[in-house]
T-cell receptor
């Protein structure tokens, strides 16, 4: 199994600023992902965080807006850049232990952009 | 593309009532299917899964059967408890990615 910790758990941000969310896993994992859950909506995959290389983004998400780092097997960051109120969401980090293994989730980071 | 449709909530039940949360999917090929649960203030947790047609996933009294003919994976529980109050997400997996339904809020009254 894997325990995933995210920081911050919540934040209130001003329009035009950027915020970096950190994700720490308590064990080495093969794959890490970032999801967004907008108010009243489902989870949408933003990108797959690749260790030591550029993240793989899903349609509708771009690196300039959501830069992602993954310097090692247990840690990743997601930055939400130049925020607008439409970016107000819960951002979730997830990780998979082994190929085809269970996907574990962090508790999420709730961002409110004013 | 692949998608998951869940019944809208919130679903409000009395304790010991029977629960069904409908889930249907659209996919190319034969995806694995999952139910995740999110208790208040906690992260998503895997509740159960099924990887092929006619498989039944079960956990904590919840069950769901992978029905290829109806492309469904309905969640059921015979007798709900107040502690089952949570948001339930149906999901399918293709490759290493999960596609989630919109989630269904379940509220159980004592």
């Amino acid at each position: 199994s894997a325990v995933i910790s995210q920081k911050p758990s919540r934040d209130i941000c001003q329009r035009g600023t950027s915020l970096t969310i950190q994700c720490q896993v308590d064990s080495q994992v093969t794959m890490m992902f970032w999801y967004r859950q907008q108010p009243g909506q489902s989870l949408t995959l933003i990108a797959t965080a690749n260790q030591g290389s550029e993240a793989t983004y899903e349609s509708g998400f771009v690196i300039d807006k959501f830069p992602i780092s993954r310097p090692n097997l247990t840690f990743s960051t997601l930055t939400v850049s130049n925020m607008s109120p439409e970016d107000s969401s819960i951002y979730l980090c997830s990780a998979r232990v082994g190929y085809g293994g269970e996907l574990f989730f962090g508790e999420g980071s709730r961002l409110t952009v004013l | 593309g692949d998608s998951v449709t869940q019944m809208e909530g919130p679903v409000t039940l009395s304790e010991e009532a029977f629960l069904t949360i409908n889930c249907t999917y659209t996919a190319t090929g034969y995806p694995s299917l999952f139910w995740y649960v999110q208790y208040p203030g906690e992260g998503l947790q895997l509740l159960l899964k099924a990887t092929k047609a006619d498989d039944k996933g079960s956990n904590k009294g919840f069950e769901a059967t992978y029905r290829k003919e109806t492309t469904s994976f309905h969640l059921e529980k015979g007798s709900v408890q107040v502690s089952d109050s949570a948001v339930y997400f149906c999901a399918l997996e293709y490759g290493n990615k999960l596609v989630f339904g919109a989630g269904t809020i379940l509220r159980v009254k004592s």
